[in-house]
């Protein structure tokens, strides 16, 4: 089983690039969250989303948007990237009610100069 | 408001010592917690949670509610445990739920 893609997992940036990290799952999971981790802090939680065409803002949304147009897919996109951007990101997906276990992508390197 | 509190950033055992990672958290109501590991260069992975309380390689943790708190131990530590170690809260409710996470603390099991 494949479980969470992400795509890359590595990126360098220039200040004002714009991309999108890409997520896919193939669990059929409902549930589709994506956490920045960075030294000292933590997972912190940047948008989340509760099922195809419904996403939320979680703790440190923005410079970020997301859609979910399919289960499968959660793209993360940075609109103007900034050096405080510079993380590790992943991605998780989990089902509804009754499990909660989060499954987790690899996480994706970005660095942005 | 929710919030999970790891208040060590490292802890160095020698191999074959017990372990304890410790965790407390705050929260009003009823909880669900976690403990994720993420070994070096691996993704997360959800280690354990108190519901299940189950023993997975050998860690366990129980939920003391009064202290709030959800350590996790384990008897004696292998050089394998060598690893990163988040505590997480989900409120225990029906739908979507936000997780928090710890800031992490990173086991050094010494050889």
């Known amino acids: 089983n494949a479980g969470v893609t992400q795509t890359p997992k590595f990126q360098v940036l220039k200040t004002g690039q714009s991309m999108t990290l890409q997520c896919a799952q193939d669990?059929?999971?409902?549930?589709m969250s994506w956490y920045r981790q960075d030294p000292g802090m933590g997972l912190r939680l940047i948008h989340y989303?509760?099922?195809?065409?419904?996403?939320d803002q979680g703790e440190v949304p923005n410079g970020y948007n997301v859609s979910r147009s399919t289960t499968e897919d959660f793209p993360l996109r940075l609109l103007s990237a900034a050096p405080s951007q510079t993380s590790v990101y992943f991605c998780?997906?989990?089902?509804?009610?009754?499990?909660?276990?989060?499954?987790f992508g690899q996480g994706t390197r970005l660095t942005v100069v | 408001a929710q919030r999970v509190t790891q208040p060590e950033k490292l802890l160095s055992v020698f191999k074959g010592a017990p372990v304890e990672l410790k965790c407390n958290y705050s929260?009003?109501?009823?909880?669900?917690l976690f403990w994720y590991v993420q070994y070096s260069r691996q993704r997360l992975q959800l280690l354990l949670r108190?519901?299940s309380r189950e023993s997975i390689k050998g860690f366990t943790a129980d939920l003391n509610k009064g202290e709030t708190s959800f350590h996790l131990k384990k008897p004696f530590a292998q050089e394998e445990d060598s690893a990163m170690y988040y505590c997480?809260?989900?409120?225990?409710?029906?739908?979507?739920?936000?997780?928090?996470f710890g800031t992490g603390t990173k086991l050094q099991v010494i050889p």
């Open positions: 998780a997906s989990s089902t509804g009610v009754g499990n909660t276990e989060a499954f």
């Open positions: 669990m059929n999971h409902e549930y």
């Open positions: 989303s509760v099922g195809a065409g419904i996403t």
């Open positions: 929260y009003s109501g009823s909880p669900e």
């Open positions: 108190h519901i």
């Open positions: 997480a809260l989900r409120p225990f409710s029906g739908g979507y739920q936000k997780v928090t």
